[in-house]
């Protein structure tokens, strides 16, 4: 998700400064997500940029607010209704992570894979506590709760799948060559 369409996600709710963007974001992502202040306000700044928020006067706390645009509001309905694509998101740095590990001397890939099962099923336990203790009136955070979930157990799934392929595709060790008895070359040499 960006920043940018997750601020402007927010002022839809209406004017609001950029602490509040924080707290309201990171609220809105359950906490599984900590916003920078900094990545707030150069954002805002960008957003303001682009006509896509507006500021406000300061308010008497020495606040200023922002309100999102009538362009805002189209580029925030064109978000919601465009599906992100496979290739939009970040990099898999897990599945880079076991490639490399594959082509690297004298890395243990069994251990990768197992060091990374063992933290996501310590992860998917977490998660299954925190769902079970969660309000059920928040259903926002539930919806980001069962995501990361599903996330957990798809990757453990994955790893399996990549041990399983490993043992069964991966090429065995090359023999290392047996050294010849230099005596024997020796005698060959010498009666030549």
Same mark, same amino acid.
């Given at each position: 998700?960006?920043?940018?369409?997750?601020?402007?996600?927010?002022?839809?709710?209406?004017?609001?400064?950029?602490?509040?963007?924080? @707290?309201? #974001?990171?609220?809105?992502?359950?906490?599984t997500?900590?916003?920078?202040?900094?990545?707030?306000y150069?954002?805002?700044?960008?957003?303001?940029?682009?006509?896509?928020v507006?500021?406000?006067?300061?308010?008497? $706390? $020495?606040?200023?607010?922002?309100?999102?645009?009538?362009? $805002?509001?189209?580029?925030?309905?064109?978000?919601?209704a465009?599906?992100?694509?496979?290739t939009?998101?970040?990099?898999?740095?897990?599945?880079?992570?076991?490639?490399?590990?594959?082509t690297?001397?004298g890395?243990?890939?069994?251990?990768?894979?197992?060091?990374?099962r063992?933290?996501?099923?310590?992860?998917?336990?977490?998660?299954?506590?925190?769902?079970?203790?969660?309000?059920?009136g928040?259903?926002?955070?539930?919806?980001?709760?069962?995501?990361?979930? #599903?996330? /957990?157990?798809?990757?453990?799934?994955?790893?399996?799948? /990549?041990?399983?392929?490993?043992?069964?595709?991966?090429?065995?060790?090359?023999?290392?060559p047996?050294?010849?008895? @230099?005596?024997?070359?020796d005698?060959?040499?010498? $009666?030549?």
């Open positions: 998700m960006s920043i940018r369409h997750g601020l402007l996600a927010l002022l839809e709710r209406g004017p609001m400064y950029g602490y509040q963007l924080r @707290a309201a #974001f990171e609220e809105s992502v359950g906490g997500w900590s916003l920078n202040i900094g990545q707030v150069t954002t805002l700044s960008r957003l303001e940029r682009d006509e896509l507006h500021p406000l006067p300061e308010n008497d $706390g $020495g606040q200023r607010p922002y309100e999102i645009t009538e362009t $805002g509001r189209a580029e925030l309905a064109r978000w919601f465009t599906p992100i694509e496979r939009d998101r970040p990099r898999d740095e897990l599945a880079i992570k076991l490639a490399l590990a594959m690297t001397p890395v243990d890939v069994g251990a990768v894979v197992q060091s990374q063992t933290a996501g099923v310590r992860a998917l336990q977490e998660y299954t506590r925190l769902k079970r203790r969660q309000d059920t928040d259903l926002p955070w539930r919806l980001v709760l069962d995501a990361m979930i #599903f996330q /957990c157990e798809a990757e453990i799934r994955w790893l399996d799948h /990549c041990e399983a392929t490993i043992l069964r595709d991966r090429p065995a060790p090359a023999a290392k047996v050294a010849q008895d @230099a005596s024997a070359d005698r060959e040499g010498a $009666g030549r």
